[in-house]
């Protein structure tokens, strides 16, 4: 909805031929949000998502949804209702059973929470429900997710945990927490959205290893590695050397912990990235150029892929 372009999966047949071809796991990078599949409190938009789910099916690839329990991208009448604390919870629960059922055993792993803390550790107040019904929500959108779909794998989601801090410290609390209350969470996610402004994250096979430990899957969910352009516009070679290596660092991570075996980039073609669109002087993120052409960042995750199932 913010983008400066349609969505490039319902025209763009090049970008569905590379879809199809080189991936085996798809992600909605808007389409399963609130604002989309909820738009108006009585009314669900399915259409778009379903296209998604459909596809993934026809070309053997499996789903991650993506997500329930966020403080962005939610519809104006929630933001701007004025709801009880009853209302505001059985707005959610019938929310999580209906979208989760519709999808009921077509998605692996749903980001249950996205987001949920701050930089700092804390609840974040900008999340609705978080702010008027207190953190125990987070377990109970855990406990209807499961049940309105018990096969799907139930994740935490989030940015800024690709290293260690006290972000990451409350994210291990929260799940020690849950498990030992026998809230069915399955998994712990990093996102992954990477600058080159800030170095290799050469610690995350550490953090996720963490969550590991605790007996949970994990995951990277929304790879993208962007950089500073150039007044040119156009990367240079050393920029898209180092962007390789930080994909590289990532995967390598993934693939040295036991649990984590999902591995998702966000949008392979610069023609569709977020990035310039909210990072301005950053792009050139994702693993392809506007023509699908691959950079070397491409080439790197197929060789380490490659030779990981050796
Ligand atoms: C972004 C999408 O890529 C954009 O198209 C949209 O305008 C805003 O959201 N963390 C998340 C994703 O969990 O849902 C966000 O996706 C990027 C940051």
């Given at each position: 909805m913010d983008q400066?372009?349609?969505?490039?999966?319902?025209?763009?047949?090049?970008?569905?031929?590379?879809?199809?071809?080189?991936?085996?796991?798809?992600?909605?990078?808007?389409?399963?949000?609130?604002?989309?599949?909820?738009?108006?409190?009585n009314r669900y938009n399915f259409g778009p998502a379903d296209a998604?789910?459909?596809?993934?099916?026809?070309?053997?690839?499996?789903?991650?949804?993506?997500t329930l329990l966020w403080h962005s991208q939610n519809p104006a009448w929630l933001n701007e209702g004025t709801f009880t604390k009853a209302e505001l919870r059985s707005i959610l629960k019938s929310h999580i059973f209906t979208v989760v059922g519709h999808y009921r055993g077509q998605i692996q792993q749903w980001d249950v929470a996205n987001e949920i803390f701050n930089e700092n550790g804390e609840y974040r107040q900008e999340n609705i429900f978080i702010a008027e019904l207190g953190p125990g929500i987070v377990a109970d959108a855990f406990r209807w997710a499961h049940q309105a779909d018990p096969?799907?794998?139930?994740?935490?989601?989030?940015?800024?945990?690709?290293?260690?801090?006290?972000?990451?410290?409350?994210?291990?609390?929260l799940a020690k927490q849950l498990l030992a209350q026998r809230v069915p969470l399955h998994g712990f996610a990093s996102q992954a959205h990477l600058s080159m402004r800030y170095g290799a994250p050469d610690q995350l096979a550490g953090v996720l290893q963490r969550f590991d430990d605790l007996g949970l899957h994990t995951a990277i969910t929304e790879l993208d590695v962007r950089m500073d352009l150039p007044a040119s516009g156009v990367p240079t070679a050393e920029q898209l050397t180092t962007q390789a290596s930080y994909y590289k660092?990532?995967?390598?991570?993934?693939?040295?912990?036991?649990?984590?075996?999902?591995?998702?980039?966000?949008?392979?073609?610069?023609?569709?990235?977020?990035?310039?669109?909210?990072?301005?002087?950053?792009?050139?993120?994702?693993?392809?150029?506007?023509?699908?052409?691959?950079?070397?960042?491409?080439?790197?995750?197929?060789d380490t892929l490659r030779a990981a199932r050796r």
């Open positions: 400066p372009y349609p969505d490039p999966f319902t025209y763009d047949r090049p970008y569905r031929k590379v879809l199809a071809r080189e991936f085996n796991s798809v992600s909605p990078e808007n389409q399963m949000k609130w604002e989309f599949i909820h738009p108006e409190r998604i789910v459909r596809f993934a099916r026809a070309n053997g690839q499996v789903v991650r949804g993506h096969k799907a794998q139930l994740f935490l989601n989030d940015y800024g945990v690709e290293w260690p801090g006290v972000k990451v410290d409350a994210y291990e609390s660092t990532v995967l390598d991570a993934c693939l040295a912990v036991d649990g984590c075996n999902s591995f998702t980039i966000w949008g392979f073609t610069d023609k569709y990235s977020w990035v310039p669109v909210f990072f301005p002087s950053e792009g050139a993120a994702t693993i392809m150029w506007d023509d699908f052409a691959k950079k070397p960042a491409y080439y790197t995750l197929r």
